[in-house]
């Protein structure tokens, strides 16, 4: 056998190999699992080796954890013997318990989060078999049984009881144990926050029911053992308490995955009439759907079927019909058609089987045939990757418990906690990783448009400009177009982080709108100065110019071509706002000069070599800023198609502010910019054909236009 060879392993092999791996290891797992405890007289009493197995287990867990999370699904190690020890131990007072501690250790390993995406690229690149797949769905289902044994009554009792003692300690008592003990417990936290309950089914078992309301549960249990509380106390305190400092990053994605999939809008509403407006909704999209039904449906009146056949003439529907191959095939395919068994005979027969078929010519039946059969639009539907595929399926009580902890975030929580996270950015800690600059821009744009909506609607009490004071800092928009530069540079670029920045400039003009029509004279003089840094800055005029002209179905997912259209929508119309009163306004550009540098030999005094580089040097220019010149801008080819390609998804829009925004934006277009040329453009390569014909039906004479 030649040694350069390679060697090829064949399904069977890799099956082997992972049924190696559990032999080896399930033996020692099993045992582990068995020497932790057990029950007696209904009570568990935990092994004399408990502590001893336990580290075992998370020693043999870091040799291979996806063998021994297998294994450990298996024995149902977690809600058997793992939560009655935590009960035993934590949940009787005993606080400092290393077994408690241990057990916790062990569950966050146990619940830790697995990235969808990653893993099937994963298992994409390595070609893995169905053995492998099997395994990565036996490990999300154990999450949710996992989430489930968790949410137990006591168990979150128990871990708040093992925070407590660390952080009733002062500054000079804690240890670095301490900072890791509150770590393990906030890590599985987050764990379970961010497991995904299964999609609700009304038609499902109760089981199923009851996985799919995990997370309404978790949110009421973390309310009523004041563990929210404490992540609340934690943000509000990161930048007095070191402890809570570390842990800032932390906190962050916990709010995140506790808010995500919940729209700001929705949340600031009064949540007793909010099941009400639901049901409403959906009882109209019902009747919306049956009107659509009976429309095109048959007539109950009708005692007998329809089945008409209709053969066409070869000669003139080549003239007038142009049908290609494809454009038969969708027709067979929609209206049921029996074609002789020659193609290319003289004659090809189409069965209808609809009753307007009587009344109605037979090439108006194929044309809302094949009009039902078309797709709205081109490309692919790609989620959004911002706020993930999960459903806002909260209960009642959970979404006001939601509620409650959003106000008080704003009213104690978010400067302090921006501050905070801006300082470790820009010191460029470890800790912040590129996840997390992506969900500070998403917990900051949806606190932010949830004091919009507090302050438009909530008439209560009033709501303070300077409980967001930060996102109107320099230092603040600094960093979000940084961030969106730099997401625009990468290649591939990142998609999904420029829609995180576009989100957080729209909410940023929405609160500039609020602030202008402020009776306080200094909110309205700051609106003024931030109108005036964002105009003449001219990167926020440039990014939403950008993000709708390079939008491609398919590429970028339907919610950035929602965000995109939103702060176009919403920049144009407070620029219009603001030249009006302020007329014209001086904008500054940065514009990229190459400069040559030469390199010469001066031994001699006579350069022996030259060494001619490139630098890219930037310069700012200032030229005078007018609306109407802007505006003219914006009427772009691609961006009238982008839009047009939005507007094609109007069934789908959940608020008239959708159709508003849109039409807007093509009104601007075709009315005030005067190009209602990009609606008319002829494609390349087609031209327009005049057909003559007589009484009979038959074709005289053909004319192509000449373009």
């Known amino acids: 056998m030649n040694r350069n060879e390679p060697i090829e392993i064949s399904d069977d092999e890799q099956e082997d190999q992972w049924k190696n791996r559990l032999y080896i290891l399930e033996s020692a797992v099993k045992n582990a699992v068995d020497a932790i405890g057990g029950f007696e007289d209904g009570r568990y009493r935990p092994g004399d080796e408990c502590l001893g197995c336990l580290k075992d287990l998370k020693r043999i867990w870091r040799v291979d954890d996806r063998a021994v999370a297998a294994l450990l699904w298996t024995t149902r190690a977690l809600p058997n013997d793992l939560v009655p020890l935590l009960l035993e131990t ?3 007072g005993l606080f ?18 697995v990235d969808v995406a990653e893993e099937l690229k994963e298992l994409a690149e390595a070609e893995d078999d169905e053995v492998e797949q099997e ?16 949410l137990r009554p006591g168990v979150m009792e128990a871990l708040l009881s093992i925070m407590l003692p660390c952080l009733t300690k002062t500054h000079k008592e ?51 053992t004041r563990v929210l509380d404490l992540v609340l106390t934690m943000a509000s305190n990161v930048g007095t308490d070191p402890l809570f400092e570390r842990w800032n990053t932390l906190v962050l994605e916990i709010l995140y995955l506790l808010f995500r999939g919940i729209k700001p809008e929705s949340l600031a509403a009064d949540q007793a009439k909010e099941s009400t407006q639901n049901l409403r909704r959906l009882l109209a999209v019902e009747d919306k759907r ?44 929609a209206v049921d058609v029996l074609p002789d068994s020659d193609q290319s005979g003289s004659t090809q027969a189409f069965v209808l089987h609809r009753q307007q078929a009587l009344r109605r010519e037979a090439g108006s039946m194929f044309d809302m045939l094949r009009t039902k059969k078309s797709l709205p639009f081109r490309g692919t539907k790609r989620i959004d ?44 800690r470890p800790k912040i990783t590129e996840k997390g600059n992506l969900r500070l821009l998403f917990v900051t744009k949806w606190f932010l448009e949830f004091f919009i909506c507090q302050h438009n609607n909530d008439r209560t009490r009033e709501w303070s400009f300077g409980l967001v004071s930060d996102v109107i800092e320099r230092e603040w928009i600094i960093w979000v177009l940084r961030r969106m530069r ?29 602030m202008v029509t402020s009776t306080d004279p200094a909110v309205e003089a700051a609106a003024e100065v931030l109108q005036i840094q964002l105009v003449y800055n001219g990167e926020v005029l440039d990014l939403a110019f950008e993000s709708l002209k390079s939008y491609k179905s398919g590429t970028q997912s339907l919610a950035y071509l929602e965000s995109s259209v939103h702060l176009a929508y919403a920049l144009l119309r407070r620029l219009e706002k603001y030249i009006a009163k302020e007329g014209g306004s001086v904008v500054r550009r940065k514009v990229k000069k190459k400069s040559s540098s030469k390199k010469t030999d001066d031994g001699d005094g006579v350069p022996e070599e030259e060494d001619v580089q490139e630098v890219e040097e930037e310069e700012s220019t200032e030229t005078l800023f007018t609306f109407d010149s802007y505006e003219q801008k914006f009427a772009h080819p691609d961006i009238t198609k982008t839009l047009l390609d939005y507007l094609s998804r109007y069934k789908e829009f959940t608020s008239s502010e959708n159709m508003r925004r849109v039409v807007n934006l093509l009104h601007r277009q075709a009315v005030k910019a005067k190009a209602e040329g990009l609606f008319f453009k002829a494609s390349p390569g087609i031209y327009p054909t005049s057909i003559q014909i007589d009484t009979r039906g038959r074709e005289i004479s053909t004319k192509r236009a000449a373009i």
């Open 90 to 92: 934590a949940g009787q």
């Open 96 to 113: 400092e318990d290393k077994r408690a501690i241990a057990c916790v250790d062990l569950m966050a390993a146990m619940t830790w989060p």
């Open 135 to 150: 395994d990565y769905t036996r490990l999300l289902q154990s999450h949710l049984h996992y989430k489930a044994a968790l």
């Open 174 to 224: 804690r240890t670095d144990r301490d900072g890791q003990v509150v770590g393990v417990v906030l890590y599985l936290i987050r764990n379970l926050a961010f497991i995904k309950d299964l999609p609700s089914n009304a038609h499902a078992s109760a089981d199923h029911a009851e996985l799919a309301s995990l997370q309404s549960k978790l949110v009421n249990i973390l309310s009523e």
């Open 290 to 333: 049956k009107r659509d039904v009976a429309r095109s449906a048959s007539s109950r009146h009708s005692r007998f079927g329809t089945t008409i056949s209709v053969t066409l003439n070869p000669k003139s529907s080549k003239a007038r019909v142009q049908a290609s191959e494809d454009q038969r095939e969708s027709i067979v395919q």
């Open 385 to 428: 990757e911002l706020t993930g595929a999960n459903s806002d399926n909260l209960s009642v009580e959970a979404r006001t418990v939601l509620q409650d902890a959003a106000k008080t975030f704003l009213e104690a929580c978010f400067n302090p906690f921006i501050t905070s996270l801006l300082k470790d950015i820009k010191a460029e």
């Open 486 to 514: 730099q997401a625009v540079n990468e290649k591939p670029k990142l998609w999904t982080e420029l829609q995180a920045g576009i989100d957080c400039l729209t909410q940023l003009m929405q609160l500039i709108e609020c």
